[in-house]
Structure formats: structure tokens, C-alpha cells
């Protein structure tokens, strides 16, 4: 069984540019978060989706970022414009409905220069 | 409001000796409590969970950790380390009730030294 997985694995883009980074989630996982790492400090809760709609969205930065999940499969999350602080290690994590257990996957590297 | 302090960024331990990475977390609620591991390039993965029953709970590569309510603290352990153990291993908890999002600690890099 295929685990979550992220896409890119690296990116490094200019600040003021615009960034989309996509989680597929294990099949069957209605639950899907977001999760952001900045360098030194913990990971960060940015939002969570239960199938399509977002159930929390608490930990969203701003509103330069945007976060959707179309048809409750695989969520994308964009950067735009994106800045330097938004550099870090993005996870994505999925899990069953009612269960604890969340799988994580190798996260996204964003670099803003 | 929860957090969860892991007060060790770093831990440099020998080979097969024994090592203990501490967890102390504060919460209004009752939680569940897990360690994930990072290894190197790789995504976080379940090292073990505590949810319920016995506070004594054992995970995968031989790790373990010990839930104790009064001093809220949930420190992992394992009784000889590996070099392949080298990793940053991150302490979290989730509550009980409500939204099922993860508050993590700031991770503790343990080094295995041969």
C-alpha cells in the first residue's frame, strides 16, 4: 500500500513568486493535515480537511496561503506571494476516520530566497 | 492549550548503551501521547502511541516509553542503541476529545556515536 506522498520533494523559489505544493494522502484516509516545520523550532499544525471541507484551519498562517482538497482525494497548498519567513519543511499527514494514528509523509523542503 | 517540551535538542549516546530522550507535556485535557522518529531524508514515522491501559508501552525497533500522569511526562527509552537509531525523534500529544490535529515538541537529534 502506497504511503502519503508529497510533491515536490525540494523547492526553492524567489520570494514574491508563487508555490503549489501537493499531498496524496493513503487511500481511504478521509482525514488529511497540514504541517509546517520552520527550521530549529517544532512542527506547526496548519490546517486539517475531513474528506473535502476543511475542519481546521486554526494554524493557517495568512492569507497568502490556501489550502484546498478537491473532491476529498489528494490537497494542494499554495504559497502566494510567498515570502522568506514561509521557508521550512512542509508535511502532509493522513488518517482513517476515528483513528489516532496519523501516517506522515517526507514533506516538501521550501526554500524562499 | 497544549505544548510539549522536549528540554534535550541533542543526545549523544555510544553504541549499545542504554538512552532516555524526555517528554514533559502541559494540557487541560486529557491527551493521547506518541513519539514519531525522523530518520535522515526520509518522513516522520510512528515510533509508538500511548491511548489508553497499560502506561507502559512499546513501539517499533525495540523503543519504548512510560506514561506517568502525575508528572505529565511520556520519556522514551531503549535499553542499547544502534547506530542506525541516529535520527530526531519528535514527542507529540493530541486530545482526547475535539479535532484530532498533533502538537508537537521541538524534536531531540539523537546521535549514535560507534
Known amino acids: 500500500e502506497a504511503g502519503v506522498t508529497q510533491f515536490p520533494s525540494h523547492s526553492v523559489i524567489e520570494k514574491g513568486q508563487t508555490v503549489t505544493l501537493r499531498c496524496d494522502p493513503i487511500s481511504g484516509h478521509d482525514n488529511l493535515y497540514w504541517y509546517r516545520r520552520v527550521m530549529g523550532k517544532e512542527i506547526k499544525f496548519l490546517l486539517h480537511f475531513v474528506k473535502e471541507s476543511k475542519q481546521d484551519e486554526s494554524g493557517m498562517p495568512n492569507n497568502r496561503f490556501l489550502a484546498e482538497r478537491t473532491g476529498g482525494t489528494y490537497s494542494t497548498l499554495k504559497v502566494q506571494p510567498a515570502e522568506l519567513e514561509d521557508s521550512g519543511v512542509y508535511f502532509c499527514?493522513?488518517?482513517?476516520?476515528?483513528?489516532?494514528?496519523?501516517?506522515f509523509g517526507q514533506g516538501t523542503r521550501l526554500t524562499v530566497v | 492549550a497544549q505544548s510539549v517540551t522536549q528540554l534535550d535538542s541533542q543526545v549523544p549516546v555510544f553504541e549499545e548503551a542504554p538512552v532516555e530522550l524526555r517528554c514533559n507535556y502541559s494540557?487541560?485535557?486529557?491527551?493521547?501521547l506518541f513519539w514519531y522518529v525522523q530518520y535522515p531524508n526520509q518522513g516522520l514515522q510512528l515510533l509508538l502511541k500511548y491511548l489508553s491501559g497499560s502506561t507502559l508501552v512499546k513501539g517499533i525497533n525495540g523503543f519504548e516509553a512510560e506514561f506517568n500522569k502525575s508528572q505529565t511526562s511520556f520519556h522514551l527509552r531503549k535499553p542499547s542503541v544502534h547506530i542506525s537509531d541516529t535520527a530526531e525523534y519528535f514527542c507529540?500529544?493530541?486530545?482526547?476529545?475535539?479535532?484530532?490535529?498533533?502538537?508537537f515538541g521541538t524534536g531531540t537529534k539523537l546521535q549514535v556515536i560507534p
Open positions: 494540557s487541560s485535557v486529557s491527551v493521547y
Open positions: 499527514a493522513s488518517s482513517q476516520p476515528g483513528r489516532r494514528e496519523a501516517f
Open positions: 507529540a500529544v493530541s486530545s482526547l476529545g475535539g479535532y484530532q490535529k498533533v502538537t
